[in-house]
């Protein structure tokens, strides 16, 4: 770079610096002014937009209730701003990596589809091998003031879209011939065409498992889609893919040193251990490119009750998940629909707000003719090997050889519930396994995972 050139180029940056530096003291004076009930000075601040919105998330602990007021007004009138353009499209999901003892990624067990409809669509009742990140149940809603004709394509380079609703109109790549052990592939491809969105439909849909996500996911006030003979009030799909996450994770001896890995800054991230009907969380929001940080995982007795936390923790997803772009309405949904898989359950795992720039590279999203306002909010989380828990599955194992018939059954369920994480503990104990019964309720755990 030449010296004029980087000269420029600094004064510039520390010009930035600074015009952004007397924002956030501006903001500050006006916050102050709000928090005495100065409505003039809390106009001004929604009147700037969000671009104000980073710098109420920050502040003294006297103004924090006034700070979310305007961060909750802001974000509901970026929405209504959204909405008056016309066709607003937003797609919401989450995606899961599993990680070892080792801290290496394993192969992502395969969702379960217990609670789907019976309609819902597979690319093959056999799950893939290879994967290493399972992108769990997005839907894509449509908010449109008046009825709209639509071909909404997806692309992923990198694995296989499994499952989808309403039946697509193409999809790839073909299934596997029955019998055959169907390995990762990429080039993952659905499409629905001539897809009408329609906001005054009164369509009837498929009857869907009560208390189900489905059931959940419906209650979105979005328009109706009905494509290829069949009514919703979303388009669905699931996927796997061969991933990495953003965030690299070291556990070791109570303690776990994070990093990220991307160019990209992380906006929100929690890492949370759960253990005992207690909880050890940190927050890091936001967490920079190549940003790194040791935090103590060790749940102690005096460590919030789960009960305490989980409330607090779910309301910072969810805004969060506003922050996005998601309506109110549909953060509430995602959150409760894994509140408590993130929140409640035994275990350690790290959660992250995907930065828009790499959801789109890992699938890509078409919608012709383009929508004006179109938002792709998801969430990660990577599930994490302890030492506590690795302690567990041993304790569990050895259960399994009990007297009781009860303990046995017990130990089972417990392992079962943690089958994907605990795999290759479960594969070495099956295998060196001298007691009949043992290695036969270790094959039962580990069948959902070995049949391919």
């Given amino acids: 770079m030449q010296p004029k050139r980087f000269v420029i180029r600094l004064v510039l940056v520390l010009s930035l610096f600074g015009a952004t530096a007397a924002l956030g003291q501006a903001i500050d004076v006006l916050v102050k002014q709000a928090n005495t009930g100065d409505a003039a000075a809390y106009e001004k601040i929604l009147k700037a937009g969000m671009v104000n919105y980073a710098f109420l998330k920050r502040g003294a602990p006297e103004s924090k209730n006034v700070r979310g007021r305007l961060r909750a007004d802001l974000r509901s009138r970026r929405d209504a701003a959204a909405r008056a353009k016309g066709l607003v499209v937003h797609e919401w999901g989450a995606s899961r990596f599993l990680q070892n003892a080792d801290n290496k990624l394993i192969e992502s067990a395969p969702e ?7 309609w819902v669509r597979q690319w093959s009742v056999i799950p893939l091998a290879g994967h290493t990140e399972l992108l769990v149940r997005p839907i ?10 639509l071909t909404v394509s997806l692309v992923s380079r990198t694995g296989v879209l499994t499952q989808w609703w309403p039946d697509v109109n193409n999809f790839a790549p073909p299934r596997p011939p029955p019998g055959d052990l169907p390995v990762w592939r990429g080039g993952g491809r659905l499409s629905w065409m001539n897809a009408l969105v329609n906001p005054f439909s009164d369509k009837e849909f498929l009857a869907a498992p009560e208390n189900s996500t489905w059931s959940a996911a419906r209650d979105a006030d979005a328009a109706v889609v009905t494509v290829n003979g069949s009514n919703e009030k979303f388009l669905y799909y699931s996927g796997v893919l061969r991933g990495q996450p953003l965030v690299n994770v070291d556990v070791d001896d109570g303690a776990v040193k994070l990093k990220n890995t991307s160019k990209f800054g992380i906006a929100s991230l929690w890492v949370l251990s759960v253990r005992n009907g207690h909880i050890r969380h940190h927050v890091l929001s936001p967490m920079g490119a190549a940003e790194t940080a040791l935090l103590d995982i060790n749940v102690t007795d005096n460590d919030p009750r789960v009960s305490d936390a989980a409330p607090l923790l779910a309301l910072a997803l969810r805004e969060a998940l506003e ?3 998601l309506f109110p309405r549909e953060a509430e949904t995602l959150e409760g629909l894994w509140h408590e898989a993130l929140f409640t359950k035994d275990g350690l795992r790290v959660i992250y707000m995907r930065p828009r720039q790499r959801v789109d590279a890992t699938v890509q999203l078409a919608i012709s003719p383009p929508t004006p306002s179109l938002v792709r909010a998801f969430f990660t989380t990577i599930e ?3 030492p506590e828990a690795g302690q567990d599955v041993m304790r569990y194992i050895e259960q399994l050889a009990s007297e009781s018939f009860e303990e046995r059954e017990a130990a089972q369920r417990a392992l079962l519930q943690n089958a994907p994480l605990w795999r290759d503990v479960l594969e070495k104990a099956r295998d060196s396994a001298d007691d009949p019964e043992v290695q036969s309720r270790l094959e039962q755990i580990l069948s959902p995972q070995d049949a391919r």
């Avoid at 894509?140 to 004709?149: N, S």
């Fill in 323 to 325: 922050e996005a772009g």
């Fill in 140 to 149: 894509i809603c449509f908010y449109a003031e008046r009825p709209v004709t």
């Fill in 384 to 386: 994490c090997m302890s």
């Fill in 112 to 118: 379960q589809t217990d609670d789907l409809p019976s």
